[in-house]
C-alpha cells in the first residue's frame, strides 16, 4: 500500500487532488490552457502521470475543478466589496470595481486561459455556473433599486464589466477604465454618476 501524508485515505486523496488542481492552476496563470496535460501536472506534483487518472478521468474534468476552485475566492472579493458598501448604487459600484480589481491581479488569466478550450463542454458549464454565482450579488442590488427585470439588468452589466476587462487586458489604463466603468455602471442604473 503507497504511503499517505494525512490521516486517513479520504484526506490523503482531498490533498492530492488539491494539488493537481493548485498545479493546473499554476499552468494555467501562465496563459496558455494546452499547457495543462495530465503529464504536466503529474510533472509539478510528483506524481506519476496514469496516477493522475485516480483524480480526475479527463482533461475537462480538470479544467472544471480549477474554475470550481477558483470560484469561492471570485464571489469572496465580490461580496465582501460589495458588503462594505452602504447602499444599492455603492454596492453596483463596488461589483464593477472587486471584478476589475480581479483582472489587474492577474486572477481573471485563469478564466481567459479556459475561455481558449475548444470542445470541453464540462468546463463551459462550470464557467457558466461561476458566471451566474458572480451576478448573484448584482441581481440582490438591483433588485433593492426596483429594476423590473434584475437579471436581464446584471447580464448587460456585466457586459460593462467584460468590456473593462478587455481594455485592461488589452494594456488600457486600470484606474481611468475602472473609474469610467464604474461610473458607466451607475449612470445607467440610476441615471446620475456617483460622484
Given at each position: 500500500m503507497p504511503r499517505i501524508s494525512a490521516a486517513t485515505v479520504a484526506e490523503h486523496h482531498a490533498q492530492q487532488r488539491l494539488a493537481l488542481v493548485r498545479a493546473a492552476r499554476a499552468l494555467l496563470e501562465e496563459g496558455?490552457?494546452?499547457?495543462?496535460?495530465?503529464?504536466?501536472?503529474?510533472?509539478?506534483?510528483?506524481?506519476?502521470?496514469?496516477s493522475v487518472y485516480k483524480y480526475f478521468p479527463g482533461r475537462p474534468e480538470l479544467l472544471a475543478a480549477v474554475v470550481e476552485d477558483a470560484l469561492p475566492r471570485w464571489t469572496d472579493a465580490i461580496r465582501s466589496g460589495m458588503a462594505?458598501?452602504?447602499?444599492?448604487?455603492?454596492?453596483?459600484?463596488?461589483?464593477?470595481?472587486?471584478?476589475?480589481e480581479l483582472v489587474?491581479?492577474?486572477?481573471?488569466?485563469?478564466?481567459?486561459?479556459?475561455?481558449g478550450v475548444r470542445d470541453a463542454k464540462l468546463v463551459r458549464e462550470?464557467?457558466?455556473?461561476?458566471h451566474a454565482e458572480?451576478?448573484?450579488?448584482?441581481?440582490?442590488?438591483l433588485t433593492e433599486l426596483g429594476e423590473d427585470d434584475p437579471r436581464r439588468t446584471a447580464v448587460l452589466l456585466q457586459g460593462i464589466v467584460n468590456a473593462a476587462?478587455?481594455?485592461?487586458?488589452?494594456?488600457?489604463?486600470?484606474?481611468?477604465?475602472s473609474e469610467r466603468a464604474v461610473r458607466m455602471a451607475v449612470t445607467a442604473i440610476t441615471g446620475t454618476p456617483d460622484r
Open positions: 496558455d490552457a494546452e499547457a495543462v496535460t495530465f503529464a504536466a501536472v503529474a510533472r509539478a506534483t510528483g506524481l506519476a502521470r496514469n462594505a458598501a452602504h447602499t444599492p448604487r455603492e454596492r453596483i459600484a463596488a461589483y464593477v470595481s472587486a471584478q476589475l489587474r491581479s492577474g486572477e481573471h488569466r485563469i478564466a481567459r486561459a479556459l475561455a462550470s464557467a457558466g455556473r461561476a458572480l451576478l448573484t450579488p448584482l441581481i440582490g442590488a476587462t478587455t481594455a485592461i487586458e488589452a494594456g488600457d489604463n486600470y484606474r481611468a477604465v
